[in-house]
């Protein structure tokens, strides 16, 4: 079962003169076959005829020297149709007398006078029967009859060495022949398949090479003579145009969903602004109302010190957020601690409880680039937000070893649906409808190299990224 | 006148003319009929052929040469007169001594004698004829001396039968296939004319040297050309003796003398068929 696949692995410009050879073969060999089985009906028709005709002479002369069981007369006879006979075909002639005793044989050493025939009847078939069977001596028996009745018996040993060789050497020609014959069209049709296949090679080195984004055929190489493949070709350069202008939508979409989750914080960031600018205006009330009470002006300024630095917390995560020249750079303590900021107060207004872990120091950070992996946190931090619902529990634990680094969200709400998993987890073509959000967080994870699982165990949702952590040297 | 006698002469010659051939055909003299055996001559066209002419032209009529297939055949045509004159052989004219005569008798390597040889395979360890007991042997024929008589009466000697001393016995009616059946191992051992035995290593060495000569017998006399003692007077039978004794006289008769390994024909004399007539004794007696 293992060649076929690989067979089917090989390309398309081998496997049609493979094909082609393999049917040369099959037809040489049928044709082969036909020819040496004539040939074997002639050998075996010219081999009965022999045995037939020399029977019959034997008979005819025999007779009455067989009847007079004259010894003499019946090896004379032997012997000089022996010498008569040209070529070698007759081995051994012996004839029996009706008891089964040998009267005489061409070669008396081998059958002696006296003897019982039946020794030489091993195997032995009448001449009508006789057939090549690979042995290179065949033997036939039949009885000796005279004037209507049976008298005796004539054994001959046929050689048939030549005939064997005959057919070998035939079979050589032919295996010879028909090997040359086939690996000559099996070459020439590989050079005609490959000729007429180079364009669909093209295409398919075109598509092989572009570690999933096809590249077009230039229009040079398109064959116009051939118009199905022309069509085809054509067609495929139109689809590799459609899918890069589609890479190129998601890119963008991916561009545009960091906005998309500052959107979603927008109203809570507001109130994060808004809040400390009531206290802010209270505080520079009461330092314009109490000028001459230093201590209540210290701790006003202090309160408004207070504010306005949370206020540029939040802001500078903002910006960070949206700031396109980090890309590129190495993933801090910080950017969590940004997250976080930012993250906080959508809790606050869905009055949420947080559990925030972050055990990762700065150097279990080393080598993960902070723009994606901030997007990853944020977009899986909102989801489980929002699933969470009013007074739900939202989690995050962020841990680092072993080569690995481990980030994992928690949310009490009712879990992911079927869509929303088939985004997060799978590559396939995005359902309909739908944000683009958990896409982006399993596109994301697959460039880093890493892996993401989701697990439901009793009411909690658990959502684990795991990102292999690269030497420190590479980032 | 003249010119029609020569017509009516000429008229009643072309009118004779079928007569007198159809005479010479129907009533001319009857061939001079000489039998052979295969015993020696075995399937030798150019040396029949070189005999028949030879012997035509020393007796001056047409011979026919008749072949027979045994001397007993031979000696009862002899004694019916079926045939004028034949070459034989000492056992066969010893049986006939009575009713026939000697014509001549060939001289072979300077003597009008010749030896009985006992031969087996090239490769067969035996030495002497007590070696083949229980093995199979082949005689040329019942009637022949070298090729019966001279082996039987050996045994007879020992008190055996050839027979009782071989497991098997065949007569191949021929010296030569006497030699062809030990070659070819139908047979271990066999007796063979020793003159037909020589002349065949120069003639058809590959054959001969497939056997090997363990006994000679003692010289005997040369088989010879006889004819019925009663009719040694006849002109025809007269002028073949003639024919026979002057053979190395002629060109053709030294050419045929040639193809028979012979040097001459000489009149011979009954003494020299003593030996064989010793053992024709040993054999009767035994």
Redesign the interface.
Known sequence: MRPLPRFRNLPVTLRVPLVMAGLMILLGFLASQSVLSALGKVQDARLSETARLHVEGLSVALGPSVLRQD??EV??IL?RARSAYDGQRLLLSIVADERGRIL?AT???RAP??EEVAGFEVGAVPPDAVRMTGDPVLRVAAPLLFQGRQIGQIVTELDVTDLLAERRNVSMWLLFGNAAATALLAFGGWLAVAKILRPVGALVSAMDDSQGAPRPIAESDIPRGDPGLSRLISTYNRMTAAVESRAEAERRLAERERFVSLGRLSSSLAHEVNNPLGGLLNAADTILSYSDRPEVVRQSAELMQRGLSHLRDVTRAILDENRLDRVGQALRPEDLEDLKLLFEPEVASRAQRLHWNVEAGLAGLKGLPAAPVRQIVLNLLLNAGAAAGQHGQVGLDVTAGEGQFLIEITDTGPGLGQADLGRLLASGPLPPGGGVGLRLVHDLVSQLEGEIQHDRVGDKTYVRVTLPLKDASHA | MKSTRRAVLMGLATAAAPFVATRSWARGPAPFRFALTPVFLDNDAAVISALRAALAEGMGQDIELVQRRTYQEISGALLDGSVDAAWTCGYPYLQHKTELSLLGVPVWRGRPLYQSYLIVAKDDPATALSDLRGGTHAFSDPDSNSGFLVTASDLARDGQTPDQFFSRVIFTYGHRNVVRSVAGGLTRSGSVDGYVWEALSSAEPDLTARTKVIVRSEWLGFPPMVARADRMDEPSVMACKAALLGLSATAQGTEALKLLSLDAIEPGEDALFDGIAARIAVLSGG
Do not use: F, H, T
């Open positions: 010894v003499w090896y004379d012997d005489a070669d008396p050493r006078v006296g």
